[in-house]
Structures are given as C-alpha cells and as structure tokens.
C-alpha cells in the first residue's frame, strides 16, 4: 500500500469549475468537463489559449486515472491506454511551442514523459507491497514533479514563480497517489471523491499557466495557432 500522506491543502486560484466529475473510465469524455466559463470573455484568443490548456490538463487527468486503474484492474486496456497519456505529454509541450519556441517545447515534453513513466515503479512496487523500492520510486517521482516546476519557473520566472510551481506540481503528484491508493483497494467512491479533487486542482493549475503564458506573451496570444486535439 503506498506509504505517502496525501494531506497537502489545494494551491493555487481557486479553479471555479463546478464540474460532475467522476472517473473517466465511468464518465463521458473529459473534453466535455472542460469549463470554458471560466475562461477571460474580453479577448477570443485568450478564451483560445485557456480552453486548450484546460482541455490538454483535462486530458491529463483523464487518461492517468484510466491508465492507473487498467494498471490494477485490467491488463488488456492498459497499453492503449498509456499509449494515449504519453500522446498527451506530447501534446501539451506542443502547445507552448508558439510561446516559448520548440526546445522549451520539446523539453517539456520529455519532462512530462519522465513525469508518467516514473509512475510504472510506483505503481508497480505498491502493488507487490514492496517498501524499499516504493520509497525509491516515490522519491525519483517527486524529484520529476520538481523538475517541471522549476523549467516553468525558469521560462517565466514573473508569471510562474517556484513558490507557486514547486507546490502544485507536489499537490499534483500526492492527489495523484491518493486516488490510485483508493483504485489500488478497489474503493471506488472515495477514488471519484478524490480524482474529483485532484481535477479542480489541476484546472487550477491550467488556469495559472494560461494566465502566466498570456501576460508574458500578449502579442503572441493574438496570433498564435494553438495545437487542439479532438
């Protein structure tokens, strides 16, 4: 059982979705859970540019709950499914590409890859029930999230400070183990209960890196061409 304490309080703005979420594999597409509501309404393409980073984010939570529970519960869905999550770390560095150009792009990519790959071990080792390498796994898993919090901070040190990366990349990655330690058991209530939680706090974290990207970029969010996927 994974030995990590998930009590970390949500950071960031408030996300002001008011969603139905449920776990993906029960529920409709996340494209739809996508609250555009939220999103600035004095500017189209600022609309433009937080819908797509909320529907790559929600793609995000969307195929890691449905990969982590194919890792427990379904070895036949579990390759199509990591398939499709490892599409979204490419699409998601895709999309700061227009911004940021295509090394920060490509780096970002292979950070989010790492980002998911280094799950299989945690995964793996909290299902054996194996501490040791649980404790190594978590470790490498945490110094990842690290990472892609400070290459973000590094490309826009004004708008996305470490002191706001560093601990939402670590809500991420412990909301993340709370819900897999409740599909893990088989519980599935308290797993929608907490992958409900986990998806404000990413929309949250959406939000913020839309907002970052706009106030550093405003010439480039006016004619910029986003990568959206269908």
């Known amino acids: ?84 999550l490892l599409q979204n770390q490419k699409d998601i560095g895709a999309a700061i590409g227009p911004y940021f150009g295509q090394d920060a792009a490509n780096k970002l990519t292979d950070l989010l890859t790492t980002h998911i790959n280094q799950a299989v071990p945690v995964l793996t080792a909290a299902k054996s029930g194996d501490q040791a390498a649980l404790k190594k796994a978590e470790d490498d898993w945490y110094a990842n999230a690290k990472e892609i919090a400070d290459f973000l901070s590094a490309a826009n040190p004004d708008n996305w400070p470490a002191s706001a990366t560093e601990p939402m990349m670590k809500t991420h ?42 106030a550093k970029f405003p010439d480039k969010v006016s004619s910029a061409t986003l990568p959206r996927t269908e």
């Open 1 to 84: 059982m994974l030995a990590v304490a998930c009590s970390l309080a949500l950071v960031g703005v408030a996300c002001g979705s008011n969603h139905q979420a449920s776990l993906p594999v029960q529920a409709a597409d996340a494209h739809h859970a996508v609250n555009a509501a939220s999103s600035p309404s004095t500017n189209s393409d600022a609309v433009k540019l937080y819908t797509t980073m909320r529907q790559l984010w929600a793609d995000h939570m969307q195929y890691t709950v449905m990969t982590v529970d194919a890792f427990f519960h379904d070895n036949n869905a579990l390759q199509p499914r990591l398939n499709r």
């Open 173 to 214: 990655i412990d909301q993340t183990t709370t819900y897999s330690v409740d599909l893990l058991k088989g519980d599935y209530a308290k797993a929608v209960t907490d992958y409900d939680a986990a998806f404000d706090h990413m929309m949250s974290m959406s939000d913020t890196l839309a907002q970052g990207i706009a």
